[in-house]
């Protein structure tokens, strides 16, 4: 089962690595670090690198195609090599996923049209304009298409795709070897809990704030 992660300049990190630590584990999976050019794709905040060992036209038609977010999607989400192959992938593919700001590089590529999806909060109502219904969840699966919330919860919606792929004793084996047992020191994953002058902030800095602009 061939997994294809799109990684491109600017990518977050952990969008990529984190399903890649799920997927990777999976029976009968090889996942490739695919680009529209192969070789070295640093990451949003460039003290990271990611190698891409094949370029797109190399991997035509993944079982699974993951396309991790971070602030290169606005470059990524424009790059017609990039659309022209997600489109073709996607008509064979048999899921079609993306982590945080990935999903608006799917929404550019025209695959949202019509689907419930999710983004990282800050850009979740950007999936509109690709047709799309923003849906305020942290995984979301509409026919082949499941897109997750922000950076961690790809590690979330690859378990849970891990479960439809290989069944609920694999995806619980996989969790229980990485230890994905979260129990973080703040109550400040998402907008609804976090306090609000840190939420404002973080709106107010956000390139999606200043896009609306």
Do not use: N
């Amino acid at each position: 089962m061939d997994v294809a992660i799109l990684i491109y300049d600017g990518f977050t990190a952990l969008d990529a690595v984190g399903p890649y630590e799920v997927l990777s584990r999976v029976p009968g999976a090889a996942v490739t670090f695919v680009a529209a050019e192969p070789g070295p794709k640093r990451t949003d905040t460039g003290s990271l690198a990611l190698i891409a060992e094949r370029a797109l036209g190399e991997l035509r038609a993944p079982a699974v195609v993951l396309v991790p977010g971070g602030p290169g999607e606005a470059v990524a989400s424009q790059a017609e090599p990039v659309l022209d192959w997600l489109r073709a992938a996607h008509a064979t593919s048999t899921w079609t996923t993306s982590v945080c700001t990935g999903s608006l590089i799917l929404g550019a590529a025209g695959i949202l049209d019509g689907k419930r999806a999710t983004s990282h909060w800050l850009a979740l109502e950007r999936l509109r304009s690709f047709g799309a219904e923003p849906t305020a969840a942290r995984v979301v699966f509409d026919g082949k298409v499941v897109t997750a919330a922000g950076v961690s919860a790809g590690i979330d919606m690859a378990l849970a795709l891990a479960a439809r792929i290989a069944g609920d004793e694999v995806a619980q084996s996989i969790q229980l070897m990485a230890e994905y047992d979260p129990q973080p020191p703040f109550d400040a994953g998402s907008p609804a809990t976090a306090p609000a002058p840190i939420v404002e902030r973080l709106r107010a800095r956000s390139r999606f704030a200043r896009d609306a602009r």
